[in-house]
């Protein structure tokens, strides 16, 4: 980058965290806290290199932070999108081949074989391990710190070189055998020590057997024990036309795709792809942390948001309420606050989208003022705003991700005939008191039903996204109630939406819209006796139940996802740019 771009380039400390006049910051630590990093250029792009810690990488809380990920092997890549929708780019470690390439060789450096690695702790290093197992009748040469200790490889250790010596050993020797911490091994990474041997002329043979296949489809020759390893050394020390021409080959391999200049051509064009053609989108839930965020209504749909927006070639980060003011906000483009009862200051310099997904009693007019676009959850309400707001208000429904909330199978914790979901805090809802009057038997999931449903019927536990999937599909009846403010201005309840997105034959309160919305897949009842007989007619007839469920799931799918919602955002979004 600096040869070939004339970038400035900064190595850091772990723990540096000022990084003032900083454009691009890359990280390959997963402990590192992205967080508290301050003082980088407006706009500054974060990144990840991930290479074989990639479970640690999808711990951290940190990760949805980066801008831009690469992973070092392709099954870092394939996991990323696996578990975070994400694209991760292929960038491997590589070979610096104006340092190390064969006309570094020196007599006094020649052996057969070669370890380059030390020893930390006292602990071995497999490949030696295994070299100790075999009979060599070559010279064989081990450097590195820590083998004067016991056990020591017995007349073989060379001592400690510089990092500036290896070009000498590496082509001096006829192979080098490289040792793969389980770590690399289990996600295919290969060493850069492969890469530079390969650039010096020598032949290297790799214990990461998932990194030569995924760079170098197999050919460069690897090891899985002693014998393999034995067998592997004897044919091409005993054959040196065809160990050289196969050096030669995977050498040429290594100078036409593996060279850091390769590597920042790639890093190069990923990072212009993503300041030409992503917008950088902001997410603002009001969950304090999570304790409280997996039982809130926002907290699923703005996850799936963000995986929607991932999908569509943007980046997307999901910011609880103590991370509002997160300090690479300043490269936010688009901020979405999904409306929780928290006042958010919006910035200026930003595009600022309001989403009401609940009704707004307790946010004052002036509120939608200071937002460029505000979106409503009910046409009714959107109608009412437009004396003030204009064309900045526009209706928009909730979102459920259908393939997090899915039909999965019953458990009998979950199980129930008739069910309710949802916190009994707030007093009985008028649904289950109904049902309760008719004699029908309701199972109340979620925190706080003691004493307002019959013994045995309140079943108290968590509301987290698992936890409310199992009870949805568990239940052959799911019953809704709207809040109050919902029901005043016709806002259809994400619960609602995510018990259809699950299959589940749902019997909800009336609410104005709501037929409109899914037609007659909602069963849509008010009394006793109509929620009577309602429920008596669906649990004696199972057919119809499932058919609900599954037109139910259907419309969700076809009408209610965030990939659609993420087409109307970008929509709006457009017309400020």
């Known amino acids: 980058l600096r040869s070939g771009r004339g970038w400035e380039v900064v190595f850091a400390l772990p723990e540096t965290t000022d990084m003032i006049g900083t454009d691009v910051l890359v990280v390959m630590r997963p402990d590192f806290d992205l967080a508290a990093v301050r003082n980088g250029n407006p706009g500054m792009v974060s990144v990840a290199w991930i290479g074989d810690r990639v479970d640690r990488w999808q711990e951290s809380a940190h990760l949805q932070g980066y801008n831009l990920l690469f992973c070092t092997s392709s099954s870092g890549v394939d996991a990323i999108a696996r578990t975070t929708g994400r694209t991760a780019h292929l960038l491997p470690l590589a070979a610096n081949e104006e340092r190390f390439h064969p006309g570094t060789s020196v007599p006094h450096d020649a052996a057969d074989v070669v370890f380059v690695g030390s020893r930390h702790d006292g602990r071995s290093r497999a490949a030696v391990d295994l070299l100790g197992e075999i009979n060599l009748t070559g010279e064989v040469a081990i450097y590195g710190f820590g083998w004067d200790r016991p056990p020591q490889p017995a007349g073989h250790w060379r001592g400690p070189r510089r990092y500036d010596e290896l070009p000498e050993i590496y082509a001096s020797a006829k192979i080098v055998v490289d040792d793969s911490r389980p770590d690399r091994q289990e996600w295919g990474a290969l060493n850069a020590q492969v890469f530079d041997v390969l650039a010096s002329g020598s032949l290297a043979v790799t214990n990461c057997r998932g990194g030569s296949q995924d760079l170098f489809g197999g050919r460069l020759p690897t ?64 969950a304090q942390g999570a304790d409280d965020r997996d039982g809130a209504e926002t907290w699923q749909m703005a996850l799936g948001l963000q995986r929607a927006l991932h999908r569509a070639g943007h980046f997307a980060r999901v910011d609880l309420r103590p991370d509002w003011g997160y300090g690479q906000s300043a490269g936010d483009d688009v901020v979405i606050v999904l409306h929780g009862g928290c006042a958010f200051e919006p910035m200026p310099s930003k595009i600022n989208i309001l989403w009401l997904t609940d009704g707004p009693d307790d946010l004052p007019l002036a509120e939608f003022d200071r937002y460029d676009h505000v979106f409503v959850a009910s046409a009714a309400l959107a109608d009412r705003l437009k004396y003030r707001l204009g064309d900045r208000v526009s209706t928009l429904l909730p979102c459920v991700d259908p393939e997090v909330f899915r039909p999965v199978e019953a458990d009998p914790e979950t199980a129930a005939d008739v069910a309710f979901v949802g916190g009994g ?95 007659d897949t909602v069963a849509i009842c008010s009394g006793a006796e109509d929620l009577a007989a309602t429920t008596r007619a669906l649990l004696a007839d199972g057919d119809r139940r499932r058919a609900m469920g599954a037109d139910l799931r259907r419309i969700i799918v076809e009408r209610h996802s965030p990939d659609r919602r993420v087409q109307d955002i970008l929509k709006v979004v457009e017309t400020f740019r």
């Not at 065809?242 to 200049?261: G, I, S």
């Not at 390769?262 to 190069?268: I, L, N, P, W």
């Open 223 to 286: 090891f899985a024990g002693s014998a393999e390893l034995a067998n592997l050394l004897k044919r091409h020390l005993d054959h040196p036309a065809e160990r050289e021409a196969l050096a030669a080959a995977l050498r040429a391999e290594v100078l036409e795709k593996h060279t850091y200049r390769h590597r920042a051509e790639t890093f190069k064009s990923a990072l212009a792809a993503l300041v030409r053609d992503s917008l950088r989108f902001a997410i603002k839930v009001a």
């Open 425 to 519: 805090q707030g007093g009985r809802p008028a649904i289950v008191d109904a049902a309760l009057q008719a004699g029908i038997a309701v199972r109340a999931f979620g925190p706080r039903w003691d004493g307002q449903v019959p013994a045995g019927s309140a079943c108290g536990m968590s509301l987290a996204m698992e936890a409310r999937r199992a009870c949805y599909s568990g239940a052959g009846i799911l019953l809704h109630q709207h809040s109050d403010s919902m029901r005043r201005e016709g806002i259809v309840s994400t619960w609602l939406m995510e018990a259809g997105a699950c299959g589940a034959a749902v019997i909800s309160d009336d609410l104005a819209g709501l037929s409109e919305i899914f037609g």
